[in-house]
């Protein structure tokens, strides 16, 4: 009987005879299968790719020109491909790749048909805000739209697979280049892909989603960079006029017990005029006949917004603190770093008080820091009102104001004067009104947001004049205020706007007539007995310097170099694109036409850009005294960085912040 040992050369021979031709069988077939899958990876990709353009095209008018489409669909496939190497199979690559991709392309899908620009680095930041304004369907499709993607991609991950773990090294060194250089970045891929600085539609058009999100990421780190050296500040305030200001916070400025003119000023959302959509087949006038009155004493002035259609913060920041906003992003989010002297602090270093209302959630648009930062005492926000006469979740105007006055009316006559700043609700997207406030203005139009926005309209004019009437009676001699933050939203592509030949569908066939109207709210200024100013029409920032006139407050201040510029040119910076308005004649500045008369506005532009950084997020050389002594002392604790010890000591020296 043969031996084990004598049977074994014999076996390995015959097992490696045998298996020889499966192992070379074996890796052909694997290398098949993987190209397979491949191929059925990147086929779901391209396949995913046609229908969501042909979606988003058909049904939004929103689509990258043909001649993107190539490189649109590479960068997804790009994507497409780094997932597929993370996944665990090709079915769970294809649900995850699916609901991430459709999450962006319907986002950036919808924000450009209702604010006619695309998504931006920006809008993630402020993304949070969107859960304190919506509910319903509309706050659990949004929260879908955060989790379902993340949810899906770990679900697709392979934790355990080395490859998946390469994909994701991959794209970190991808992220640390962005990081590290992006001023490198953002030059590389301006001239490959090409920025048009003033439509941003257009940018997204030529380039797809995925580059305009990285070039403008890049774009976005690359203005992140050193704070201005006192020398550029000095050069800027030169340019601007302005000479070295004394220091305006001293308390020698400010007389003890000195009775002082009230000031109210009343931002509302989304007021606009709508007689001028003629297409729209207005059954009536909606405006108030009281209101279409006192404007026209106002000479139907207007103010000039920076935003359209949203982004009331920014509206904000510039009605306070007198510098424009020129950025697709709100300034409150992350660009107001350092307390400053901005209307309510500089009118609380002459005895003022000052109150801040808005029936939103507090934290909206980072307002609890924001206000604090420009020096409000008091802010009132949801929490602090009785929602009692709601439409939808906005509460109207008319309780608004009811409230408002209850809190403030016993001090409106008590030696102490008030700055009273009121930020409407009502009025917000999509308009809706309440069983007590039945429509009554028709329209011929088949645009339901027109239709709704009349009627939203007719009664807050109504409430606002109502308001108005019991205000200037109890409060003769104020000065009063009174804008729309920005124009409403009236469909896709501008809606209302086009049908009425007020706007076109997309920024790039905008006329030089047509920034003016995509930037135009009603203005009127109530100056005490002498009643409603013809201002003439102003940019938001330049509302701080006049209520400063109208109170012969003479102090230098901050609020008064942007209005400082030309009294004879009015300027409204716009992202990319700058309107200077002198008298009737308007001029449109859009980055890189060599306009002789924009040259000029580029340099102010320029100024006000290194004085904004220094003052909101920098040294804040500009507001050094002669003797080199800061006129205003900082906290420099973030709200995010605050350790609980650092907000325990804040808190037993400061008190706690009325919010």
């Known amino acids: 009987m043969p031996t084990s040992a004598s049977r074994s050369p014999a076996r390995s021979e015959s097992q490696s005879a045998a298996q020889s031709p499966a192992v070379g069988v074996t890796r052909p077939r694997a290398g098949l299968r993987h190209a397979r899958e491949w191929g059925y990876a990147l086929g779901l990709v391209a396949a995913w790719y046609a229908l969501a353009q042909w979606a988003s095209a058909h049904f939004l008018d929103v ?52 604010l006619g620009g695309p998504v931006m680095p920006d809008d993630f930041v402020a993304a949070r805000n969107l859960f304190l304004l919506l509910e319903g369907w509309q706050l659990w499709g949004s929260v879908a739209m955060l989790a379902l993607p993340l949810g899906a991609l770990a679900w697709m991950f392979a934790w355990r697979s080395p490859r998946a773990w390469g994909a994701v090294a991959t794209v970190a060194a991808g992220v640390w280049m962005i990081v590290a250089q992006p001023a490198v970045v953002t030059s590389w891929m301006d001239a490959r892909f090409g920025d048009w600085v003033w439509n941003q539609r257009g940018n997204y058009e030529m380039r797809g989603l995925p580059i305009h999100l990285v070039q403008e990421a890049a774009r976005n780190l690359a203005r992140r960079g050193a704070a201005p050296a006192s020398d550029e500040v000095d050069g800027a305030l030169a340019l601007l006029g302005a000479t070295q200001p004394s220091p305006f916070m001293r308390a020698a400025a400010r007389r003890d017990g000195r009775g002082g003119r009230n000031v109210h000023m009343i931002v509302l959302e989304s007021f606009w005029d709508p007689v001028a959509l003629k297409a729209a087949g207005l059954s009536a006038d909606p405006l108030d006949p009281a209101f279409r009155k006192l404007w026209k004493a106002a000479g139907n002035a207007k103010v000039m917004s920076p935003v359209f259609g949203g982004y009331t913060a920014n509206a904000e920041f510039e009605a306070l603190c007198g510098f424009p906003v020129m950025t697709d992003a709100v300034f409150f989010e992350g660009r107001l770093r350092r307390d400053v002297p901005c209307l309510p602090r500089h009118l609380g270093e002459a005895g003022y008080r000052s109150y801040a209302s808005h029936p939103n959630a507090a934290p909206f648009w980072n307002r609890i820091n924001a206000y604090r930062r420009i020096g409000f005492e008091h802010y009132w926000s949801d929490r602090d009102f009785e929602l009692d006469d709601m439409n939808r979740e906005f509460l109207s105007d008319a309780s608004l104001y009811r409230q408002v006055l209850e809190r403030i009316g016993p001090e409106l006559g008590n030696g102490q004067p008030v700055f009273n700043y009121v930020l409407t609700y009502f009025g917000h997207l999509d308009y809706p009104l309440n069983a007590q406030r039945p429509q009554v203005i028709d329209t011929r139009t088949d645009n339901a947001l027109v239709k709704a926005y009349a009627n939203t309209v007719y009664y807050k004019s109504r409430e606002l004049m109502a308001f108005l009437g019991e205000l200037r009676e109890r409060d003769p001699d104020a000065i009063i205020v009174l804008f729309g933050d920005h124009l409403p939203s009236l469909g896709w592509n ?166």
């Open 494 to 659: 501008h809606g209302g706007y086009a049908e009425s030949g007020l706007l076109a569908p997309n920024r790039a066939q905008f006329d030089d007539p047509m920034f003016r109207t995509l930037v135009s709210t009603p203005l009127v200024v109530i100056d005490g007995k002498r009643g409603p100013l013809r201002t003439g029409d102003l940019p938001i920032y330049a509302l701080p310097a006049l209520i400063l006139d109208l109170l012969d407050d003479e102090r230098e201040t901050m609020l008064r170099f942007a209005a400082r510029s030309d009294d004879a040119v009015r300027i409204r910076p716009l992202p990319g694109v700058q309107l200077a308005l002198e008298g009737k004649r308007l001029t449109v500045c859009r980055n890189g036409e060599l306009l002789p008369e924009c040259e000029p506005v580029a340099a102010w532009v320029a100024a006000i850009e290194t004085l904004k950084r220094d003052l909101f997020s920098g040294a804040q050389h500009a507001l050094q005294a002669p003797a080199g002594k800061p006129m205003l002392q900082t906290v420099e604790l973030e709200a995010e960085e605050m350790t609980v010890e650092a907000a325990l000591d804040t808190l037993a020296t400061e008190g706690a912040p009325d919010v």
């Open 63 to 114: 689509a990258p020109r043909p001649d993107a489409w190539l490189r649109d669909l590479s960068a997804h496939l790009l994507i497409g491909g780094l997932l597929f190497l993370m996944a665990r199979s090709v079915a769970r690559f294809g649900v995850a790749m699916v609901v991430l991709f459709s999450a962006f392309t319907v986002g950036n899908a919808l924000k450009l048909a209702v």
